[in-house]
């Protein structure tokens, strides 16, 4: 079984920065993908970052230049660190983890960019 945790979230002004932290435990043998997803009220939850078990990154375009995903294979901790955040990323974001072809996800930390 693997327990995933997202702590980081809260309410910032536009042009702020956050950062959120996900962190892996339970049966993990190895390092394997994670990412950051979001999702609004309405919507499909969409990917926002991800990285590789060998850190290669990708990024939805909205977030390019602001976002950057990080990874901690020894802590099992993925990082996103957000700059210069606008009202359009208000959303709870959640964190996933593919381990052997499962995936895991976070109970999600709201993220509220506000004025």
């Known amino acids: 079984q693997v327990q995933v945790v997202e702590s980081g979230g809260g309410l910032v002004q536009p042009g702020g920065s956050l950062r959120l932290s996900c962190a892996a435990s339970?049966?993990?043998?190895?390092?394997?993908?994670m990412g950051w997803y979001r999702q609004v009220p309405g919507k499909q939850r969409e990917s926002v970052a991800t990285?590789?078990?060998?850190?290669?990154?990708n990024y939805d375009d909205s977030v390019k230049g602001r976002f950057t995903i990080s990874r901690d294979n020894a802590k099992n901790t993925v990082y996103l660190q957000m700059n210069s955040l606008e009202p359009e990323d208000t959303a709870v974001y959640y964190c996933?983890?593919?381990?052997?072809?499962?995936?895991?996800w976070g109970q999600g930390t709201q993220v509220t960019v506000s004025s």
């Open positions: 996933k983890i593919k381990v052997l072809g499962r995936d895991y």
């Open positions: 339970g049966s993990l043998f190895g390092v394997y993908p």
């Open positions: 990285i590789s078990s060998v850190a290669t990154t």
